[in-house]
Every structure is written in C-alpha cells, then in structure tokens.
C-alpha cells in the first residue's frame, strides 16, 4: 500500500514538474518548431516564419502562429533564408546538405493593391493625380488613403510614385 501511494505521488509530482517545463514563459505567445531549434527566419514579405529544427523545417504563418507545413529531411537543419522575393526556401543541414524549397503555393497573391487607386490594373500618373486631388482631406476617398493613416499625404503620394508602371493583370 505504501508503495502504491508513493507511486502516485511521485507520477503526480513529475507531471506537474513536466506541465512546468512545457508551460510558455511569462511574456511568451507561442512555442514554435519540434525538437532542437536552430535557426528562425521571416520570409520577405512578412506572411511566413521559417523554423530550422533537428526535425526538418517547420513553416509557420507568421500572423497566426499556425503551422503550415513540415519540410522533413534526413539531417538536422541548422540555417534557413528566404531569397529576396520569398519564392524559394534555402535549408542548410548539419550533414552538409542544402535544400531548397519552392515557396510559390504558399505564397498568396493580394487581392487588392492599394497603389492601384482607380483599380485599372497599373499604377500610373492617374493614380497620383486621385491621391493628389484628395491631398491634405481627412479619409473621405478611402482609395486615396494609401497607408490607411486617415488622412491623406505626401506619404500617400510617396508610396503611389514609388510603384509607378507596376502590373497587375
């Protein structure tokens, strides 16, 4: 009888111990990646949370926190980089290897581009006129508002002139 109490009390002691160890740190929103973490990286955009791990790679978004998918390989992954548009995912691994990912399903096409004020698919000398007709108003053509600061800039401006001849058809 003895040991059976002791038996319970110590399986109660280390789950409360283990529910401890596996409880997020103050401060802390989430616990990313599986197994020994050696590298994290942003995609270039933002949206995505690459995680190197003696696992594979874990890709997170990087919004929600939740996991997109699961790269596996063979050796543990200690490096991840985006290149410079986020299509491909370099993973470098503790046995020499390095693989690359093709990010392009993962990557989600805006549906709205901002920059195009008039929504006629470029963004042109039209769109800063909008933006310039609208200058110095308080959000009253939402369109106009490029950076959705509630008024309408020289930042708005900006930001149209700096897309100039962009496609999006």
């Given at each position: 009888m003895k040991r059976a109490i002791f038996f319970i009390s110590a399986i109660i002691i280390i789950s409360s111990f283990s529910s401890q160890l596996l409880a997020l740190p103050k401060g802390a929103v989430a616990r990313l990646g599986k197994g020994t973490v050696n590298a994290v990286t942003f995609s270039?955009?933002?949206?995505?949370?690459?995680?190197?791990?003696?696992?594979?790679?874990?890709?997170?978004?990087?919004?929600?926190?939740e996991e997109i998918d699961l790269f596996e390989t063979n050796a543990s992954m200690y490096s991840v980089a985006f290149n410079f548009d986020g299509s491909l995912l370099a993973s470098g691994g503790y046995d020499g290897s390095i693989i690359l990912w093709d990010m392009k399903p993962y990557i989600q096409k805006p549906t709205t581009y901002p920059c195009d004020v008039n929504s006629d698919g470029v963004v042109n000398i039209l769109d800063l006129v909008i933006v310039g007709k609208s200058f110095g108003k308080d959000v009253?053509?939402?369109?106009?508002?490029?950076?959705?600061?509630?008024?309408?800039?020289?930042?708005?401006?900006?930001?149209?002139?700096?897309?100039?001849?962009?496609?999006y058809k």
């Open positions: 270039p955009d933002g949206t995505m949370l690459a995680v190197a791990s003696s696992y594979g790679v874990y890709l997170y978004d990087a919004n929600t926190l009253n053509n939402a369109k106009a508002d490029v950076n959705k600061d509630g008024i309408v800039d020289v930042l708005d401006l900006n930001i149209v002139g700096q897309h100039l001849g962009e496609v």
